[in-house]
């Protein structure tokens, strides 16, 4: 493992998932190898790989329920999809990526880490819901709707409600990670989310008492998303 990595790697790993410890740190390593020279992981980020990253995401598994099926939309470098599927081998968990050099990445993490309930899924979100004709069509297609679908970064809200919840089972949970605007975000987007079929949101703050900086998380239930339910109930 690069010294920049080991020095960083926090204590809090082993206590909070001494089971998971060894192939985080591995995980970790191949971040800052791999995950910086095919351009997945900016250099300065391999200093804090551990805070900004990998227990940044760890912590969003207190969200999901046990053995869900999980999807992880816009995964980039497997987060947080790879680790959760490390912290959480109940879940089965899918690694949704378009571009082919992500997923070349993500393959071969998943074969060097022994992620046995995490595969890889080489498609756009909308590629995904049921009844899309796309490339995709097929095996990928029909694993929609999942128990829970989340994501990183990767949009606004609103727009990435429009990508997830089509995905989820009704009953079943959004999750979003975002930064301290989340409330913001949140309320430029009800109109969106009502019209989605939501049916509660809620933003979390995990690891507060844990983490250098909390994760912020946006949960949103989902309704008949997919097919146009009118019932709706706002929450937070």
Not at 127 to 147: C, F, M, N, V
Not at 159 to 168: D, E
Request: proline share 6%.
């Amino acid at each position: 493992m690069t010294d920049d990595v080991s020095r960083e790697t926090p204590p809090l790993v082993e206590k909070l998932y001494p089971r998971a410890a060894v192939r985080l740190a591995a995980f970790a390593d191949l971040l800052a190898t791999e995950g910086t020279l095919r351009g997945l992981i900016g250099p300065r980020e391999v200093p804090r790989l551990w805070d900004r990253h990998l227990l940044n995401c760890a912590v969003l598994e207190r969200l999901i329920p046990e053995e869900s099926t999980v999807a992880d939309i816009g995964t980039g470098a497997g987060l947080p999809g790879i680790v959760l599927a490390l912290v959480r081998p109940d879940l089965q968990v899918s690694l949704v990526e378009p571009l082919l050099r992500r997923t070349t990445f993500l393959e071969e993490a998943v074969e060097l880490l022994g992620c046995t309930n995490a595969e890889v899924v080489r498609a756009r979100a909308e590629d995904l819901i049921p009844g899309a004709r796309s490339a995709a069509e097929g095996a990928a297609r029909g694993k929609a709707p999942y128990d829970v679908v989340a994501s990183r970064a990767v949009a606004p809200l609103g727009k990435l409600a429009g990508w997830c919840l089509p995905l989820t089972a009704e009953g079943g949970l959004m999750l979003a990670m975002k930064g301290a605007s989340a409330e913001e975000e949140l309320a430029a987007s009800e109109a969106e989310l009502e019209a989605l079929g939501a049916e509660e949101w809620h933003v979390h703050q995990l690891g507060v008492d844990e983490l250098a900086q909390p994760t912020t998380v946006v949960s949103i239930v989902a309704g008949r998303a997919a097919r146009g339910s009118q019932h709706r109930r706002r929450g937070r």
